[in-house]
Each structure stands twice: as C-alpha cells, then as structure tokens.
C-alpha cells in the first residue's frame, strides 16, 4: 500500500492518511447505525430503514475530512463517533493511534 509512495505524498493534506481516515469513520458510523436498528427491532418498533447519506466536514487534528454520515427514516438515529452537531475531533488522529499501538 505504501511500496512506492512518496512520503509527503502520504502525509500531505488529502493524502493516504486523509483517506483512511474518511474510510474508518464511515465505517464505524455505518456499524453504529446497523446496531441503532438492530435495537429497534429487538424493542419492537416500528421498521426503521437506511435513508441515504447528509455530507458533514469535520475538523480533525490535522485537516479537514468530509464524510457521509449515514441516516435513518425515522431521524432517531444519532451517532456516537461523531454527534450531530459536533464538527471538531481534534482527538482522531490520537484515539486511532491508541487503538493500533494496544494491538
């Protein structure tokens, strides 16, 4: 992945770290609304779908990541990475460093 790749390259804005970085998030705010529905429809409510995506910038440590934040049709759902309203996370850069040097 990185055979070949120019340094700066990587570590430039919009770079390789930019893009993991969008793909973990939005893979991660997927995951917390598949288990937002599973929870509904374990509480017996009513059937709750995937509707779309709202685009949201966000502020890292570092740049600025633009990411598709995945909705529900009833609007109960509401993200735990990332709250609604939030557009900082300073911390990002930090909080995945953690998770891979604990590995």
């Not at 390259?9 to 919009?14: G, I, Q």
């Amino acid at each position: 992945m990185l055979a070949g790749r120019d340094p700066t390259e990587v570590f430039a804005r919009e770079g390789l770290l930019d893009e993991l970085k969008k793909a973990l998030s939005e893979r991660i705010l997927n995951a917390e609304l598949d288990e937002h529905q599973d929870g509904e429809r374990e509480a017996g409510g009513p059937d709750n779908r995937r509707n779309g995506v709202s685009k949201k910038s966000v502020l890292t440590g570092t740049s600025k990541v633009q990411l598709a934040i995945p909705r529900d049709r009833a609007g109960t759902f509401d993200p735990k990475l990332i709250a609604k309203y939030q557009r900082r996370f300073p911390d990002f850069d930090e909080k995945i460093i953690s998770m891979y040097g604990a590995a």
